[in-house]
Each structure stands twice: as structure tokens, then as C-alpha cells.
């Protein structure tokens, strides 16, 4: 059995070890370490203030973006907000992974 993730919850983890016999585990890189090539930035806006301030940062970032949020629906307002706004925006879903991309596109 191969179980494969960019991010093992704690909970997965402790599943694997007490699920599988000799569970190896690969790290490509240290935990919890972010790329040299990836720039964080944590801002606290208000709730009502969050969508104009999105589009401000946008606006100082060059595309490619990737905005994730907590839910499809939450995805699906930002990129209607962001369509109006005359932001090109895709929305992702994959079961529980909700992501946003702003200046990619994609094709399935």
C-alpha cells in the first residue's frame, strides 16, 4: 500500500503506523518548511473587508496567484467577485482541497 500526500494530517499518520506493517515514510523536505521560492505574508482584515482587499493585493502580485479558501461556496463568491471586477479566476474543487487560481488556466 502507497500513501502519498504534500501534507499527513496527524490523525493519517497515527492511522498508517497502526494500520500498515514497517509504514516507511519519505520526506522530500523538512516538515513544515516552506519553499525559499514561495513568499508568506499573514494580514488580519476584517471579514467585510476581505474581498476589496484581496482585490488590492492582486493587484500588486504578477499572475500566477493561488488563493485557497475554506469551502466551495466560499471559492465560488470570490471568483464571482473577482469575474466582476474583471479579475480572470478559475475555481478548483477536488473532494476537500478548495483552491482558486488567478491568471493560470486550466484544462480538463
Known amino acids: ?25 519519505v520526506n522530500v523536505s523538512q516538515a513544515g518548511a516552506a519553499n525559499l521560492n514561495i513568499l508568506q505574508v499573514v494580514r488580519y482584515v476584517k471579514q467585510e473587508a476581505k474581498m476589496v482587499y484581496l482585490l488590492e493585493c492582486l493587484q500588486q502580485t504578477a499572475p500566477p496567484v493561488i488563493i485557497f479558501s475554506k469551502n ?23 473532494s476537500k482541497s478548495v483552491f482558486l487560481s488567478v491568471g493560470l488556466s486550466y484544462s480538463y
Open 72 to 94: 466551495k461556496n466560499e471559492a465560488d463568491d470570490i471568483q464571482e467577485y473577482l469575474l466582476l471586477k474583471g479579475v480572470e479566476a478559475v475555481t478548483i474543487h477536488k
Open 1 to 25: 500500500m502507497l500513501l502519498f500526500s504534500a501534507t499527513i494530517p496527524w490523525k493519517i499518520q497515527d492511522f498508517a503506523q497502526q494500520s500498515l506493517i514497517h509504514p516507511v515514510l
